[in-house]
Each structure stands twice: as C-alpha cells, then as structure tokens.
C-alpha cells in the first residue's frame, strides 16, 4: 500500500536535506513538510510529482510500501553522506566508499532504498578494508 511518510523521511535523512530546506523548496512551512513525513497528510499529485524529481526517484518509489522488498537494514550500512557527517576528511570518505564498491560484486552491493543516487556499502566492508590497511602499515 501507500507508504509516503516513512519513504519521504528515509529519502530526506538519505540525501542530507533538512526538513527547512525543502519546505523551502516547495515554498511551504517547515510545519506542513513535518505532517508530510509524520503521515497526517500527504503532498498533493503536484508535490508528489516534484518530491519524486527533488529525490531523484519515480513516483513508486516514492508512494509504494517497499517493506516486502529485500532492502538492507540502514543500521548496517555507510555513505559518503554518514561518513562526512560524523567529521571525516570528503576525499577520505569518498576512497573508502569508492574502494569498497570496487572490491564488491554486484551482487553484494546493499540496496537501501530505491534511490540509486546514493552509493551504500557494508560497515562490516569498510572495517575489513582498514583492517587490511593498518595491517599493511606495520
């Protein structure tokens, strides 16, 4: 069914964006986009449309319950966004990401969210991958 609320907030939280931004944005009060994201309303078809161009995503993305789908916990997963957010070095956090990406298949790429935009990898990848180095170091 429909799930706009919780895939609005995840897209958000996802691509960095504060909540003031994007009311903004959408010429909107901060408290309007609040009731968007918490479900006691929802964008009208206009909105929709645009939301789904801020983020990058279709319409499905945006409305659909996803739930079933096989996505990866965010708990168990980093991007560049989370490592730049906790104070590392941009390019730092862009090699880590980008080098643990090109030691994995396909296949073992965590899907997230429908936001192909945004590259997620393992936390348990990027811990092996220093590992690995600080091995090497000594």
């Not at 964006?17 to 078809?45: C, H, M």
């Not at 995503?57 to 989370?82: F, G, I, K, M």
């Not at 965590?110 to 090497?136: A, M, N």
Request: net charge negative; charged share 30%.
């Amino acid at each position: 069914m429909l799930n706009v609320a919780e895939n609005l907030k995840r897209m958000r939280i996802d691509s960095g964006t504060e909540k003031k931004q994007l009311a903004t944005f959408f010429n909107i009060t901060e408290g309007t986009y609040s009731r968007w994201e918490n479900g006691t309303r929802v964008p009208d078809l206009f909105n929709l449309v645009r939301l789904s161009e801020y983020f990058g995503c279709t319409l499905e993305d945006l409305v659909l319950d996803h739930s079933d789908d096989n996505l990866v916990s965010r708990d168990l997963v980093l991007s560049y966004r989370d490592l730049a957010d906790k104070g590392y070095n941009g390019s730092l956090a862009h090699g880590l990401i980008k080098e643990v990406l090109s030691r994995s298949t396909y296949e073992n790429v965590p899907v997230v969210s429908h936001d192909k935009k945004i590259k997620f990898v393992y936390k348990e990848d990027v811990k092996e991958l220093l590992s690995e180095l600080l091995t090497e170091l000594v």
